[in-house]
């Protein structure tokens, strides 16, 4: 029913004046819009791209392998006491955490202006909860075993703010795409994470050395200044990039992006009121 009222809401939703913008003062066939394959022709797109999915995979490196096989290696290696832990809650308690994380995530980026702060909080609040998942859980009860998983769902409540930094990353002209396939990769990721963690675990005398070794790897990859988005207004940071609202990735010079910010404020005015005139 939800889904239904959603489909019906959308049948109004138009596209912004900027994208008009940018769509009727470029010449044809200057821009492509939607190609995926141009995020793989230049150098700087594809690191951008790579580090944005970076991001993603502490998520699926946590449910995938630490949540998933909470009841046949990671509780029992730890001597939880108490009713055995079941999958079913591990990943129930994990996602309710993850849903009080994206509401935390969004207010939290809100106060702080700024969204990059809010993810690097989030994954060391992430990192500490994994290390005492992994060696300082020893003895606990199934209950306190369970809430340590809600907080490790917690701290990877920032999906949304992933996702949104991932398409501020790139022009008007790739945010769409960009916005549906790095989460797809990040899930993606899974399976070479699975791959890694089976080839890994050898013994069961060591359970936490595979998933200790996958997640330095994972921090390693973490950059220490996660990518800052250009369309990102919530950062009042000095040295953050211009908000370049309609830019485009392509190879053309940076005089065919977009016009200044108030500029295209002007122009989404303007646009609205031509579509809606007064009575």
Known sequence: ????????????????????????????????????LALFTSRDR????ARCVLIGLPTWYMIGILVQRASTVFAPASGITGEPVKTNWAVAAFYLGLTFGDLASGVGSQLLRS???????????????VVLYLFGADGWTSAAYYRLIFLMGLGMGYWALFVTIAAEQFGTNLRATVATTVPNFARGSLVLLTFGFTQLTGTKELPFL????????????????????AGDVLSLEPLDPADAAVRVDDALADR????????????????????????
């Not at 969204?115 to 909860?129: I, N």
């Not at 595979?210 to 988005?229: I, Q, T, W």
């Open 1 to 36: 029913g939800l889904g239904l009222l959603l489909l019906l809401l959308r049948v109004g939703v138009h596209e912004s004046g900027m994208f008009h913008h940018a769509k009727e003062n470029g010449a044809e066939g200057d821009v492509k819009r939607g190609d995926f």
């Open 256 to 279: 065919n992006g977009a016009p200044p910010d108030a500029d295209a404020r002007l122009h989404a005015v303007t646009s609205t009121r031509e579509r809606c005139p007064s009575r």
């Open 210 to 229: 595979a998933p200790s070794l996958a997640g330095a790897v994972l921090l390693a990859l973490e950059d220490e200044h996660p990518p800052v988005a």
């Open 115 to 129: 969204r990059r702060k809010v993810v690097a909080g989030f994954l060391a609040f992430s990192l500490a909860c």
């Open 46 to 49: 594809f690191v951008r791209y």
